[in-house]
């Protein structure tokens, strides 16, 4: 990304699961901090994947980052010579969540979002699109179809190894499921 001078701006990651959408925000948190930049990261309480306080890509990678439950807190939390603001799985906040962005990115700071842009019913995801039509940039990663090889943008989600229909809930208790990465074709979600 370039450097603008004395302005904020909001930059999204999206795409399916395994698209690296995660890899990339700490490429990026990596790299602002070459750049001596103060960085904030957040995330929601909800994703205990890997780490309960950090954000985990599934390279490995990691970061330290302050878990929240609703958007607003990041006004609470943040300090207000914050330069660049993070967050991950940003699908999974409230409504709020576009206020907030929209207003540290009005005073100056560079926001930077990651987050799915579709559950795994194929249908959008939260409020990440309505940030991605706000945003100055958009990068939608796609990862590998396990399934067929080509270019993956959709998650398939398994339960007890079979495609997730598209009334099961979207928190089910006790079940295993498991997600992949698919493309459009081998995408199944059975009504
Ligand atoms: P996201 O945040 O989008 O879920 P991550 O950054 O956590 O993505 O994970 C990206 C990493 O996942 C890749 O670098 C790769 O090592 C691994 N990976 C596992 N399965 C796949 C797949 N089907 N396609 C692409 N990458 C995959
Ligand atoms: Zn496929």
Redesign the pocket.
């Known amino acids: 990304m370039h450097l603008i001078k004395n302005m904020g701006w909001i930059e999204v990651i999206t795409?399916?699961?395994?698209?690296?959408?995660?890899?990339?925000l700490i490429r990026r948190i990596k790299r602002a901090r070459y750049g001596k930049k103060k960085i904030e990261v957040f995330k929601p309480k909800i994703d205990a994947r890997y780490c309960r306080k950090s954000v985990?890509?599934?390279?490995g990678d990691k970061i330290t980052a302050t878990n929240i439950e609703r958007a607003s807190e990041i006004n609470d939390f943040i300090s207000e010579d914050a330069q660049v603001v993070a967050i991950d799985e940003i699908q999974f906040f409230d409504e709020e969540i576009i206020k907030v962005c929209q207003s540290l990115a009005d005073s100056g700071k560079r926001v930077i979002v990651?987050g799915l842009d579709m559950d795994f019913r194929g249908e959008p995801f939260g409020y990440t699109n309505l940030l991605m039509s706000m945003a100055e940039y958009v990068d939608k990663?796609q990862?590998?179809?396990?399934v067929c090889g080509n270019p993956?943008s959709r998650t398939q989600r398994l339960i007890e190894g079979r495609p997730a229909s598209l009334s099961d809930p979207t928190i089910l208790v006790g079940a295993k499921e498991s997600y992949?990465?698919r493309c459009r074709q081998c995408h199944e979600v059975p009504k």
Do not use: P, Q, T
């Open positions: 795409g399916s699961m395994f698209s690296g959408k995660s890899e990339e985990v890509s599934h390279n990651a990663l990862a590998i179809c396990v993956a992949e990465a």
